[in-house]
């Protein structure tokens, strides 16, 4: 009986461990950006050249997803585009 009860036990642990593994959309929020208060240690201007100093910067990237539909608010789906994707993008 004792050996029947462990059996037992360990098929219902392995089943509660493979029905939470089940679900299909994962959920993954990203964590909040740390707000960095004024400081003088923070004057990152001083040791940038005048003329490289503006907002509006091109970024490069590269990316594994797929274009969204148009009418999305993102610009990329979360749908695996089979291959990689690079361009360069405004920041202003």
Request: proline fraction near 9%; include cysteine; charge should be positive.
């Amino acid at each position: 009986m004792p050996r029947r009860l462990a059996l037992l036990t360990a098929f219902l642990a392995l089943a509660g461990v493979l029905a939470g593994c089940i679900r299909r959309e994962v959920v993954r929020t990203m964590i909040p950006a740390p707000i960095l208060m004024p400081d003088e240690r923070f004057d990152f201007a001083r040791i940038v050249a005048p003329e490289d100093q503006q907002t509006d910067v091109r970024v490069l990237f590269a990316t594994t997803r797929a274009p969204a539909r148009p009418d999305a608010r993102e610009r990329f789906s979360r749908e695996p585009l089979g291959a990689i994707a690079d361009g360069t993008a405004r920041r202003g």
